[in-house]
């Protein structure tokens, strides 16, 4: 296991740790979370013994490797699948070591060691990694060379993951990827064998793949197990009921505090005003949980244009002589919320250039409204940013007659405070300059605002609140990104980019999902052409399977009420403010674990009560 006991940490003079401490068991998958700032990435350096140490320990198993993504693969001739396969290192030694090695015994030590290591299906495995994360058979003989430096992160990622450390440690690791990137990184990580570490802002990878949660806050660490959005209900739970605490304490605070000013000055209430000061003295103070500043985005709200604000018929669009997409027929109109869907190089950027006027259509006939504006917000426009300018700067630039106080007003609507509008943009955090990008985008007060990867760099918070601006703004939106749960609560209309051409996608983003990962699974062609490939008709359930299932099914159920019932009354437990008082921190500790190992057994057991349920419908149907 990896034993965090009691750190320090400062950075220029800043404490980032003081006294913090978590126990990560062997084989769990855990998020890292915490406010932007808040000493996540440090985390990990210190636990990679890049940082030392001012106070505690960091203690790992004997030989345990720990694994996690180079800042970026160079830039060389190497082939990307020659990269991955380097990256598991005793494999490479032994088969160069095969090479030369004469000794019999020797040989035969370095065969066994290949085969227990499954080195000979490596290539296979590297390969299937690969494919997974965007590069297909032809890509995957390419040099690295041939790629920019966001794809370079991808064949880093696919390294780290091919060596299978015993600790993977992985920040932020959709940045770089897209929505069919991070679905199959999403599902790896569920089977992923060993210990792993994620710091991450993807509400739907910390719901998918992790069992566990480590929250970073106050400069303490404390261990959640169940996925983020259990997370987020056991600490609400746990705010509400110290917020109780905290002000049930000052109501009895102040009720000794009157009797003490009221008696001390009376000489036959002297020693009980004397008792009482002694109990205030010795009650240990109970902190109120702080509200978190609320995150905002106010973007402002465009003019109405009659529809539609865009129109194509038969339009073909690309690059020289190269067309990437053809025969798009497309309406939208001020209301619509589009998400564009499609695997990496298919024509996604190609069709967000093309409806922002930033490419030529080839053919066909484009129309827009007169008087439309459009918004546009890439990942590559935050880089683009001048470093040595301030926020102010830019919009001086821009907006430079509104005068200083409406400049400062509209930085402040984009979380953009006092100290950040006059911090130079190269020492802004990677989410102050998405936010002032964003803001950028939208100062024209836009019809349409093409998004393609807002979130990079946004925590939780800031993009809930995007995704509350972009619900309430009152223009189209056209959206690429990797974030599900940003997508399923903004689309209303899906666009999929495939095979040259845009088509509408009429299922959810659940299938699409599901589709998407049926897609890497191995197709079997065992009987493929022969008779008895054909598919049998189902027999129906015999009568005892039937009444098994209807059994499995009401213990499951039972199952379940069970553990509703003592999800209850463990709440009500840790409701009660009395188990806070100092003297029984050991006591609420324990049971905040049995009221965790409850709720994740409620989990399972519902997900097995479905799975019963499904099981009975088909043998009835």
């Not at 190497?78 to 030694?93: H, P, Q």
């Not at 066994?112 to 994360?133: H, N, P, Q, V, Y």
């Not at 959640?224 to 997370?231: A, K, L, R, V």
């Not at 020289?320 to 564009?340: E, H, M, S, Y």
């Given at each position: 296991m990896?034993?965090i006991?009691d750190?320090?940490?400062?950075?220029?003079?800043?404490?980032?740790f003081?006294?913090?401490?978590a126990t990560?068991?062997?084989g769990h998958?855990?998020g890292l979370?915490g406010r932007?700032g808040?000493?996540k990435?440090?985390?990990?350096?210190?636990?990679?013994?890049?940082?030392?140490?001012?106070?505690?320990?960091?203690?790992?198993?004997?030989?345990?490797?720990i694994?996690?993504?180079?800042?970026?693969v160079?830039?060389?001739?190497?082939?990307?699948?020659n990269t991955?396969?380097?990256a598991?290192?005793?494999?490479?030694?032994?088969l160069?070591e095969?090479?030369?090695?004469?000794?019999?015994?020797r040989?035969?030590?370095?065969?066994?060691?290949?085969s227990?290591?499954?080195?000979?299906?490596?290539?296979?495995r590297?390969?299937?990694?690969l494919?997974g994360?965007?590069?297909?058979?032809?890509?995957?003989?390419k040099?690295?060379s041939a790629?920019?430096?966001?794809w370079?992160?991808?064949?880093?990622l696919?390294?780290?993951?091919?060596?299978?450390?015993?600790?993977?440690l992985?920040?932020?690791?959709?940045?770089?990827l897209?929505?069919?990137?991070?679905?199959w990184l999403?599902?790896?990580l569920?089977?992923?064998?060993?210990?792993?570490?994620?710091?991450?802002?993807?509400?739907?990878?910390?719901?998918?793949?992790v069992?566990?949660?480590?929250?970073l806050?106050s400069?303490?660490?404390?261990?959640y197990?169940?996925?983020?959005?259990?997370?987020v209900?056991q600490?609400?739970a746990?705010r509400a009921?110290?917020?109780a605490?905290a002000k049930?304490?000052?109501?009895?605070?102040?009720?000794?505090?009157?009797f003490v000013?009221?008696?001390k000055?009376?000489?036959s209430?002297a020693?009980?005003?004397q008792?009482r000061v002694?109990m205030?003295?010795?009650?240990?103070?109970?902190?109120?949980?702080?509200?978190?500043a609320?995150v905002?985005?106010?973007?402002?709200?465009?003019?109405?244009l009659?529809?539609?604000i865009?129109?194509t018929?038969?339009?073909?669009?690309?690059y020289?002589?190269?067309v990437?997409l053809?025969?798009?027929?497309?309406?939208i109109?001020q209301?619509?919320?589009?998400?564009?869907?499609?695997?990496?190089?298919?024509?996604k950027?190609?069709?967000?250039k093309?409806?922002?006027?930033?490419l030529?259509k080839?053919?066909?006939?484009?129309?827009k409204?007169?008087k439309?504006?459009?918004?546009f917000?890439?990942?590559h426009?935050?880089?683009?940013l001048?470093?040595?300018?301030?926020?102010?700067?830019?919009?001086?630039?821009?907006?430079?007659h509104?005068?200083?106080?409406?400049?400062r007003?509209?930085?402040?609507?984009f979380?953009?405070?006092?100290?950040?509008?006059?911090?130079?943009?190269?020492?802004?955090?990677?989410g102050?300059?998405?936010?002032?990008?964003l803001?950028l985008?939208?100062?024209d007060?836009?019809?349409?605002?093409?998004?393609d990867?807002p979130t990079?760099h946004?925590?939780?918070?800031?993009?809930?609140?995007?995704v509350?601006?972009?619900?309430?703004?009152?223009?189209a939106?056209?959206?690429?990104?990797?974030?599900?749960h940003?997508l399923s609560?903004v689309?209303?209309?899906?666009?999929?980019v495939?095979?040259g051409t845009?088509?509408?996608?009429?299922?959810?983003?659940a299938?699409?999902?599901?589709?998407?990962?049926?897609?890497?699974k191995?197709v079997s062609?065992?009987g493929?052409?022969?008779?008895?490939?054909?598919?049998k008709?189902?027999?129906?359930?015999?009568?005892?399977?039937?009444?098994?299932?209807?059994?499995?099914?009401?213990?499951?159920?039972e199952?379940?009420?069970k553990?509703?019932?003592?999800?209850e009354?463990?709440s009500?437990?840790?409701?009660?403010p009395?188990l806070?008082?100092s003297?029984?921190?050991?006591?609420?500790?324990?049971?905040q674990?049995?009221?965790?190992?409850?709720m994740?057994?409620?989990?399972r057991a519902?997900t097995l009560?479905?799975?019963a349920?499904?099981k009975?419908?088909?043998a009835?149907?």
């Amino acid at each position: 296991m990896l034993k965090i006991s009691d750190i320090s940490y400062n950075v220029e003079g800043r404490p980032l740790f003081e006294g913090a401490s978590a126990t990560i068991p062997t084989g769990h998958k855990v998020g890292l979370i915490g406010r932007n700032g808040a000493g996540k990435t440090t985390l990990f350096r210190l636990i990679r013994q890049e940082l030392v140490l001012e106070g505690g320990s960091i203690t790992l198993p004997d030989r345990a490797k720990i694994g996690g993504v180079a800042q970026e693969v160079p830039s060389n001739e190497v082939s990307l699948i020659n990269t991955v396969l380097a990256a598991d290192t005793e494999r490479a030694e032994l088969l160069a070591e095969s090479e030369t090695a004469t000794d019999p015994g020797r040989i035969a030590d370095i065969q066994t060691r290949l085969s227990d290591i499954d080195a000979w299906s490596a290539e296979a495995r590297a390969g299937s990694i690969l494919k997974g994360l965007g590069f297909d058979h032809e890509d995957q003989l390419k040099p690295c060379s041939a790629y920019s430096g966001g794809w370079r992160m991808r064949v880093a990622l696919a390294a780290v993951l091919f060596s299978q450390p015993d600790y993977l440690l992985l920040d932020e690791p959709t940045n770089y990827l897209d929505l069919e990137g991070a679905l199959w990184l999403e599902n790896y990580l569920v089977k992923y064998p060993h210990t792993v570490l994620i710091i991450s802002h993807d509400r739907e990878l910390l719901n998918r793949s992790v069992n566990a949660i480590l929250h970073l806050d106050s400069k303490k660490l404390t261990y959640y197990s169940g996925p983020y959005d259990q997370f987020v209900r056991q600490r609400a739970a746990h705010r509400a009921v110290q917020a109780a605490a905290a002000k049930k304490q000052e109501l009895q605070r102040a009720h000794l505090q009157s009797f003490v000013d009221r008696f001390k000055a009376k000489a036959s209430k002297a020693k009980q005003a004397q008792s009482r000061v002694k109990m205030l003295e010795k009650m240990t103070p109970i902190t109120a949980p702080e509200d978190a500043a609320r995150v905002v985005f106010t973007f402002p709200q465009p003019d109405e244009l009659s529809p539609p604000i865009i129109a194509t018929e038969g339009v073909s669009v690309g690059y020289g002589d190269t067309v990437v997409l053809k025969n798009l027929d497309l309406r939208i109109d001020q209301d619509d919320r589009i998400a564009l869907l499609g695997k990496n190089g298919q024509g996604k950027s190609t069709l967000a250039k093309l409806l922002s006027s930033r490419l030529e259509k080839m053919g066909g006939k484009f129309t827009k409204s007169r008087k439309l504006k459009i918004g546009f917000f890439a990942q590559h426009q935050v880089d683009e940013l001048h470093v040595d300018e301030t926020p102010i700067q830019h919009l001086m630039r821009e907006r430079g007659h509104e005068g200083e106080a409406r400049i400062r007003a509209r930085l402040a609507g984009f979380g953009l405070g006092a100290a950040q509008a006059e911090t130079e943009v190269g020492r802004l955090s990677g989410g102050q300059k998405a936010r002032l990008s964003l803001l950028l985008a939208t100062l024209d007060a836009p019809q349409l605002l093409i998004l393609d990867e807002p979130t990079n760099h946004l925590d939780i918070e800031s993009r809930e609140a995007l995704v509350e601006a972009l619900t309430a703004y009152q223009g189209a939106v056209i959206l690429v990104t990797h974030d599900m749960h940003l997508l399923s609560l903004v689309a209303d209309r899906l666009w999929l980019v495939k095979d040259g051409t845009v088509k509408p996608y009429e299922e959810d983003l659940a299938a699409y999902r599901k589709l998407l990962l049926s897609s890497d699974k191995p197709v079997s062609n065992k009987g493929k052409n022969s008779p008895s490939a054909a598919p049998k008709p189902a027999k129906k359930a015999s009568r005892e399977t039937i009444l098994s299932l209807k059994s499995d099914v009401r213990k499951a159920e039972e199952r379940v009420e069970k553990l509703n019932q003592m999800a209850e009354k463990l709440s009500t437990k840790l409701a009660d403010p009395d188990l806070y008082e100092s003297a029984r921190v050991g006591e609420m500790e324990v049971w905040q674990k049995k009221y965790g190992e409850v709720m994740e057994a409620q989990d399972r057991a519902e997900t097995l009560w479905m799975t019963a349920l499904e099981k009975l419908e088909k043998a009835e149907s």
